[in-house]
């Protein structure tokens, strides 16, 4: 059974501080995806960004940085110089390749990030 | 591009109340559907998924119930609230049924039971 936890319940930094948000997973697939989600006060989740298994390559998308390893079944996300904008909760996903055209994809339980200026 | 309607935004039901939300999608054919409720604004909890019309799959026992009348409209209803079904409720669509492609999320529908 695959399993994302998210252990950060919550994070409270101070505007332009770094922050990682940790991701961890469990699967026995050897193909999967791993997803990060922002849900801002407005409620609707938003895709950040996707990664296969076998693309260990880390990701940079302005302020935010992905660090895939699969030797330690994490998916961490880092935001560089945070700003107020960043505060919402994030989530992380994963997804097993599925059979039958079905999907279920399993979210960790979020973590709240709130950037005070 | 793909566009999720809901509807309505906000909702106040007394308890034992029906209940009907609507999910509609645009931009997109035969979507893998999904509802999802989440409850004291963390954690999402998966209720029900579809794959077609009139294939509903339910993940949790409750007195919710999903219908897929049509490709691109998805609907979770009950007959009668309980307290407990408070929350905020997300639709969301898979394009194309792969499961290397990322959901898309409705705006959801911010439902209290009193």
């Known amino acids: 059974a695959q399993k994302v936890t998210q252990a950060q319940t919550e994070i409270s930094v101070v505007e332009k501080e770094d922050v990682t948000l940790d991701c961890v997973y469990e699967t026995r697939d050897t193909t999967y995806y791993l997803f990060w989600y922002k849900q801002p006060p407005s409620g609707e989740l938003v895709f950040l960004i996707r990664r296969n298994s076998f693309d260990e390559q880390n990701e940079i998308s302005g302020r935010y940085s992905w660090n895939f390893q699969k030797s330690t079944s994490s998916f961490n996300f880092t935001i560089t110089a945070s700003q107020v904008v960043d505060s919402a909760v994030y989530f992380c996903?994963?997804?097993?390749?599925?059979?039958?055209?079905?999907?279920?994809?399993?979210f960790g339980r979020g973590t709240s990030l709130i950037v005070h200026p | 591009s793909q566009t999720i309607h809901q509807w309505p935004a906000t909702l106040v039901q007394p308890v034992g109340s029906p209940l009907s939300l609507e999910c509609t999608v645009e931009g997109t054919s035969n979507p893998n559907l999904y509802w999802y409720r989440q409850a004291a604004g963390r954690g999402l909890q998966l209720l029900f998924y579809?794959?077609?019309?009139?294939?509903i799959s339910s993940e949790v026992p409750q007195n919710l119930s999903a219908s897929r009348p049509q490709d691109r409209q998805f609907i979770l209803s009950s007959k009668k609230l309980l307290l407990s079904d408070s929350g905020f409720y997300l639709c969301?669509?898979?394009?194309?049924?792969?499961?290397?492609?990322?959901?898309?999320f409705g705006p959801g529908t911010r439902l209290t039971v009193l």
């Open positions: 969301a669509i898979l394009s194309g049924g792969n499961s290397y492609n990322e959901q898309f």
């Open positions: 996903a994963l997804s097993e390749v599925g059979s039958g055209g079905s999907y279920i994809p399993t």
């Open positions: 579809s794959v077609g019309i009139g294939q």
